[in-house]
């Protein structure tokens, strides 16, 4: 079946736009993860959302930046008045129920570039 | 809190040579480990999990890892590099004594399999 999917696959900016990031997930999997990965570093978590659950938050880097989820279907991440440091490849994924044993599969990213 | 160190950023291994790249953890709780594999412009490719049971977990294209709790070490082993396993490596955790609900993960290891 078909995997996660995000868009646009490139995003280039100019300081102080909003930008609206989409994702996908894999038909009937209630989790899904935002993650943010800077040039040369790892993955860090942005933000999780589980079923009808109060998202998980805890990732976010400023309130500049959040997030939506309608149902158990597409997110969208907004970045508002996106600063150079904002740079990075956005990365979504998502797993069946969230369990702690599950694997997240993940989209192919959403490289953003903020001039 | 949980964490993951990956303390080579390059593993350089001749095709034909066995090659293995090395991943600590730290969690208060059991630990749910995972590897990724990410090539150029593309997204993270699940390789391979410990949950529980055998410390040898084998997974996609020959990968292999093997979980030692007293050294809370995940080390990533093929008995035979590639040309084609050039990528990058992710090593990721899940603490199971927590609440999060995201992965954490290293800072990737870069895997350079040469002729």
């Known amino acids: 079946g078909a995997g996660v999917s995000q868009s646009p696959s490139n995003k280039v900016t100019e300081k102080g736009k909003d930008v609206e990031l989409r994702c996908d997930p894999i038909?009937?999997?209630?989790?899904l993860y935002w993650y943010r990965q800077r040039l040369g570093q790892g993955l860090e978590f942005l933000i999780y959302?589980?079923?009808?659950?109060?998202?998980?938050k805890s990732g976010l880097p400023s309130d500049r930046f959040s997030a939506e989820r309608t149902g158990e279907s597409v997110s969208t991440l907004t970045i508002q008045r996106t600063q150079q440091e904002d740079s990075a490849v956005y990365l979504c994924?998502?797993?069946?129920?969230?369990?702690?044993?599950?694997?997240?599969?993940f989209g192919p990213g959403t490289r953003l570039l903020v001039l | 809190a949980q964490s993951v160190a990956q303390p080579e950023d390059q593993v350089n291994v001749a095709e034909g040579n066995p090659l293995t790249v090395k991943c600590t953890y730290s969690?208060?709780?059991?630990?749910?480990l995972f590897w990724y594999v990410q090539y150029p412009n593309r997204g993270l490719q699940f390789l391979l999990k410990y949950i529980t049971g055998d410390n040898l977990v084998k997974g996609s294209y020959g990968f292999e890892a093997e979980f030692n709790k007293s050294q809370t070490s995940f080390h990533l082993k093929k008995p035979s590099a590639l040309v084609s396993d050039s990528a990058l490596y992710f090593c990721a955790v899940r603490d199971g004594g927590g609440t999060a609900s995201k992965l954490t993960f290293g800072t990737g290891t870069r895997l350079q399999v040469t002729l």
């Open positions: 969690v208060s709780g059991n630990p749910y």
């Open positions: 959302f589980q079923g009808n659950s109060a998202p998980d």
């Open positions: 038909s009937g999997h209630t989790a």
């Open positions: 994924a998502s797993s069946l129920f969230g369990g702690y044993q599950e694997t997240q599969y």
